[in-house]
């Protein structure tokens, strides 16, 4: 599943091969996977539009046009391809963008559980599905006061909560882990029972992953590998995540694997110790 730092890989990629280009028409094999508006209301919408930006706010994806915005989350298996026209449709492209240069940006998506939505510039960070989302690790706002504060009423293992989009965005399973491993939390620990110095070490430990997985391109792991030929490196720089019977980078103890919230979550026994005093 592609995760922030594979997000921000495709958007730098596609920001720099098709800023500039008009849509002509737009072919929709599937249309389920447009939200809030109908096909009809979608091609009228963008048809005549010109790409200026490509955003990213979390795992979602925003095409900036002229007076409106297209977000996509690509969810587990979505992809972008830019090819000619001319290229025979594959069976997984349910959405092609057709430019008026000829070339095409096609989404690709084998489980189809991506999605569309179509925004007014001024509604993007304002309405879901973007308004809902915590903060990123790295955003000013996202300081111990903030997450603590997200944090407190949580009885619930923290593995958990920092996969929850609503308390920090941008973290996905992987990141989750090498963040819990380089902050010394186990996943288990009740999210409830953080300390400031926890919550220091995640929001500090959370932005070094990111940033550092964003320099390498993200994380190919299983399915996901970038539509645009670019393979995440990130995964040379794991500690923890698929790493279960080696030794721990700190202390050579065995990695350990456990479901927790029915999540694969690698860590170290010694290492990642449960918190179990309540502030």
């Given at each position: 599943?592609?995760?922030?730092?594979e997000?921000?890989t495709?958007?730098?990629?596609?920001?720099?091969?098709?800023l500039?280009?008009?849509?002509e028409?737009?072919d929709?094999?599937?249309?389920?996977?447009?939200?809030?508006v109908?096909?009809?209301e979608?091609?009228k919408?963008?048809?005549?539009?010109t790409?200026?930006?490509?955003?990213?706010?979390g795992?979602?994806?925003?095409?900036?046009?002229?007076?409106?915005?297209?977000?996509?989350h690509?969810?587990?298996?979505g992809?972008?391809?830019?090819?000619?026209k001319?290229?025979?449709l594959?069976?997984?492209?349910?959405?092609?963008?057709?430019f008026?240069?000829?070339?095409?940006?096609?989404y690709h998506?084998?489980?189809?559980?991506g999605?569309?939505?179509?925004?007014?510039?001024?509604?993007?960070?304002t309405?879901?599905?973007i308004?809902?989302?915590?903060?990123?690790?790295?955003d000013?706002?996202?300081?111990v006061?903030?997450?603590?504060?997200k944090?407190?009423?949580?009885?619930?293992?923290?593995?958990?909560?920092?996969?929850?989009?609503?308390?920090?965005?941008?973290?996905?399973?992987?990141?989750?882990d090498?963040?819990?491993?380089?902050?010394?939390?186990?996943?288990?620990?009740?999210?409830?029972?953080?300390?400031?110095?926890?919550?220091k070490?995640i929001?500090?430990?959370?932005?070094?992953?990111?940033?550092?997985a964003?320099?390498?391109?993200?994380?190919?792991?299983?399915?996901?590998?970038?539509?645009?030929?670019?393979?995440?490196?990130?995964?040379?720089?794991?500690?923890?995540?698929?790493?279960?019977?080696?030794?721990?980078p700190?202390?050579?103890?065995?990695?350990?694997k456990?479901k927790?919230?029915?999540?694969?979550s690698?860590?170290?026994?010694?290492?990642?110790?449960?918190?179990?005093?309540?502030?």
């Amino acid at each position: 599943m592609p995760e922030l730092p594979e997000v921000e890989t495709v958007r730098r990629t596609l920001n720099n091969l098709i800023l500039g280009r008009t849509i002509e028409s737009i072919d929709i094999h599937y249309s389920k996977i447009i939200k809030d508006v109908s096909v009809t209301e979608f091609r009228k919408r963008l048809v005549g539009q010109t790409l200026k930006d490509i955003d990213r706010y979390g795992k979602y994806l925003i095409f900036i046009f002229e007076d409106i915005s297209l977000i996509s989350h690509l969810r587990m298996e979505g992809k972008y391809f830019i090819k000619d026209k001319f290229d025979p449709l594959e069976k997984h492209e349910h959405i092609v963008f057709n430019f008026t240069d000829g070339s095409t940006l096609r989404y690709h998506d084998v489980r189809k559980f991506g999605t569309m939505d179509l925004r007014l510039l001024d509604k993007v960070y304002t309405t879901h599905p973007i308004s809902k989302l915590g903060y990123e690790p790295y955003d000013k706002l996202m300081t111990v006061k903030h997450l603590k504060g997200k944090l407190k009423n949580k009885n619930r293992a923290i593995k958990t909560c920092l996969l929850d989009q609503t308390i920090i965005t941008g973290l996905g399973n992987i990141y989750v882990d090498e963040v819990l491993f380089l902050s010394n939390l186990h996943p288990e620990t009740l999210a409830s029972t953080l300390k400031n110095n926890d919550c220091k070490n995640i929001i500090e430990s959370a932005t070094s992953v990111l940033y550092k997985a964003i320099e390498l391109g993200g994380t190919t792991i299983r399915s996901y590998t970038s539509s645009l030929g670019v393979t995440g490196r990130f995964q040379n720089e794991l500690n923890v995540h698929m790493k279960k019977g080696e030794p721990c980078p700190k202390c050579s103890t065995v990695i350990e694997k456990k479901k927790v919230n029915g999540r694969g979550s690698y860590y170290c026994p010694k290492c990642q110790t449960i918190n179990e005093e309540i502030n």
